[in-house]
């Protein structure tokens, strides 16, 4: 692959391509989902709380939120048509790779095999016919790396968010899902998501000082993020001035996310601090009306909320960033704390 057709790859579908050298540490993620606080949709520690939010996810991928609308396609199949024209190949063409592969939640699920999409690529790049391969290299990072489901296979609804153009939105959402999924029924294991983004994205917030990078203590993750506090976390990336932050969308009090196994609500307003603004108080409970849409459900009406909520967006305006916390706020999130208990052992500091 050229730089030159790298740099039309970025152009077209961001930085995902980073997303396959990232390097996972899964004891880190998997002690990280401790710490998932249900009803307020965040991870909360002693003294402070981290959300991933949108323009967070936006930045690490290298795609802007308002190139393209969000994802709201759930239960949807794509046309075949719409396929081809993603991939600019033929319909016929496309159209002889679709088979149907075992899928121990959904029974079957529709798509293309990773071996499929590989040769074609393969035969793409041999020709230099950057348009389509591009296309195809990408669909194959969006089925196997950001919407994982079945090992080596790409399925419809991997592919409803590539034709849709923007990622963003659908992945949020998918790791707000699995991590309520993961807490609601006490599974253990990996998370059904982009598992490098969220590693990108925990690591941008973690210390950046040698004696908590090196660990010379040898201390297990657990004991690691018990110990932190929020003077010790990355809270902004000067990589996000200039960005107006989306509180809200239509009638939801926050944002609601549709992803490809089911919706749920995140909340902006407890990663203010995340995106340069300062945590004033405790939030209004207004603010984190919860709700969630389970896969296999059907809903409708709540489904036409949430896209009719994307076309009126309500968002922070851009000011001088401070990324503090007042003592209200960090009063709440002790009392929160003491009431629900985090899920390991305090550690106290020498």
């Given at each position: 692959?050229?730089?030159?057709?790298?740099?039309?790859?970025?152009?077209?579908?961001?930085?995902?391509?980073?997303?396959?050298?990232?390097?996972?540490?899964?004891?880190?993620?998997?002690?990280?989902?401790?710490?998932?606080?249900?009803?307020?949709?965040?991870?909360?520690?002693?003294?402070?709380?981290?959300?991933?939010?949108?323009?967070?996810?936006?930045?690490?991928?290298?795609?802007?939120?308002?190139?393209?609308?969000?994802?709201?396609?759930?239960?949807?199949?794509?046309?075949?048509?719409?396929?081809?024209?993603?991939?600019?190949?033929?319909?016929?063409?496309?159209?002889?790779?679709?088979?149907?592969?075992?899928?121990?939640?959904?029974?079957?699920?529709?798509?293309?095999?990773?071996?499929?999409?590989?040769?074609?690529?393969?035969?793409?790049?041999?020709?230099?016919?950057?348009?389509?391969?591009?296309?195809?290299?990408?669909?194959?990072?969006?089925?196997?790396?950001?919407?994982?489901?079945?090992?080596?296979?790409?399925?419809?609804?991997?592919?409803?968010?590539?034709?849709?153009?923007?990622?963003?939105?659908?992945?949020?959402?998918?790791?707000?899902?699995?991590?309520?999924?993961?807490?609601?029924?006490?599974?253990?294991?990996?998370?059904?998501?982009?598992?490098?983004?969220?590693?990108?994205?925990?690591?941008?917030?973690?210390?950046?000082?040698?004696?908590?990078?090196?660990?010379?203590?040898?201390?297990?993750?657990?004991q690691r993020m018990m110990a932190l506090t929020e003077k010790d976390i990355f809270w902004y990336s000067r990589e996000l001035d200039g960005t107006e932050i989306i509180l809200s969308c239509g009638d939801f009090p926050n944002v609601p996310l549709v992803g490809t196994r089911g919706c749920i609500n995140y909340n902006p307003v407890l990663a203010l601090r995340q995106l340069?603004?300062?945590?004033?108080?405790?939030?209004?409970?207004?603010?984190?009306?919860?709700?969630?849409?389970?896969?296999?459900?059907?809903?409708?009406?709540?489904?036409?909320?949430?896209?009719?909520?994307?076309?009126?967006?309500?968002?922070?305006?851009?000011?001088?960033?401070?990324?503090?916390?007042?003592?209200?706020?960090?009063?709440?999130?002790?009392?929160?704390?003491?009431?629900?208990?985090?899920?390991?052992?305090?550690?106290?500091?020498?």
């Open positions: 692959m050229t730089s030159i057709a790298k740099k039309s790859f970025e152009l077209d579908y961001g930085s995902i391509l980073n997303l396959l050298h990232v390097e996972i540490d899964d004891m880190a993620l998997t002690t990280l989902a401790h710490f998932y606080d249900p009803p307020l949709r965040c991870f909360t520690f002693q003294d402070f709380q981290l959300a991933p939010t949108l323009e967070e996810f936006a930045k690490i991928l290298g795609c802007n939120l308002e190139d393209h609308g969000p994802y709201v396609g759930l239960g949807e199949e794509p046309h075949m048509k719409e396929i081809a024209k993603a991939l600019h190949l033929t319909s016929d063409e496309v159209s002889s790779w679709l088979e149907d592969k075992k899928n121990d939640r959904k029974g079957v699920s529709k798509g293309f095999s990773r071996g499929v999409l590989e040769t074609k690529a393969q035969t793409l790049l041999e020709k230099k016919d950057w348009k389509p391969f591009n296309a195809v290299l990408a669909l194959l990072v969006y089925g196997l790396v950001l919407f994982p489901d079945v090992e080596n296979f790409v399925d419809f609804s991997a592919i409803g968010v590539f034709i849709a153009g923007n990622p963003v939105s659908a992945l949020l959402a998918d790791l707000y899902y699995s991590l309520h999924i993961k807490y609601e029924g006490r599974r253990k294991g990996m998370l059904f998501c982009c598992v490098p983004l969220l590693q990108e994205w925990l690591t941008s917030h973690l210390p950046r000082k040698d004696s908590f990078v090196s660990n010379p203590a040898g201390l297990k993750w657990h340069g603004y300062p945590m004033e108080d405790k939030p209004d409970n207004s603010l984190l009306e919860e709700f969630i849409l389970k896969e296999g459900e059907e809903n409708p009406a709540l489904l036409r909320k949430i896209r009719r909520a994307w076309g009126q967006i309500h968002k922070k305006p851009w000011t001088k960033k401070n990324c503090i916390a007042k003592p209200l706020y960090t009063q709440w999130v002790r009392d929160r704390v003491e009431a629900n208990r985090l899920p390991f052992d305090m550690i106290v500091r020498p």
